[in-house]
């Protein structure tokens, strides 16, 4: 199991997501960069990010806290066929779902505004030592408050399943 700094943020509407936006993405080092446009491996349509959107979805690398398959998995019906997940658990993951997304997302645009801040002031003649490593320090406490809210959504996920269907799952990963 591991947790990058991913937003993990999707809702039924798919590849119809308002604004464009079906997907947010950020690599092992943080830095948010617009995915290719194709699906990933759940199916699930990759778009660039849009401002203020509220669909989206995290494709995180293997690396970091990962609890369960990239996505909404739950709505894939080989993976919950697989798992063995009964309707009323997928009733309960989306309601989680909806219940954390504007967490995550309020995270990821804090994130993704102080990335931006230190991208402005590295590129600064002005730059200095202090708010360079001021703002360094804020890009990190941002990638921090994500990983923990997508985290605290993961685990609330995990805490509907019982443990073979856990086995089952981390089998996929």
Do not use: C
């Amino acid at each position: 199991m591991a947790l990058g700094p991913h937003a993990f943020a999707q809702n039924h509407a798919g590849p119809h997501a308002p604004n464009g936006m079906q997907e947010l993405h950020l690599p092992p080092n943080g830095m948010a960069q617009a995915p290719p446009s194709r699906p990933n491996a759940h199916g699930a349509a990759m778009a660039p990010a849009a401002h203020g959107a509220a669909d989206a979805v995290a494709q995180p690398p293997r690396a970091g806290v990962q609890f369960g398959p990239v996505g909404r998995w739950w709505d894939n019906k080989t993976v919950a066929k697989t798992v063995g997940l009964r309707q009323d658990q997928t009733r309960r993951m989306d309601s989680i779902f909806n219940e954390n997304k504007s967490a995550i997302l309020s995270s990821y645009q804090t994130f993704l505004k102080e990335q931006s801040r230190l991208i402005s002031l590295s590129k600064s003649p002005q730059a200095d030592k202090a708010s360079t490593f001021a703002a360094i320090d804020a890009v990190n406490q941002a990638r921090s408050n994500l990983q923990k809210a997508t985290a605290q959504m993961y685990l609330q996920l995990r805490q509907q399943m019982d443990a073979a269907q856990i086995e089952k799952l981390e089998k996929l990963e």
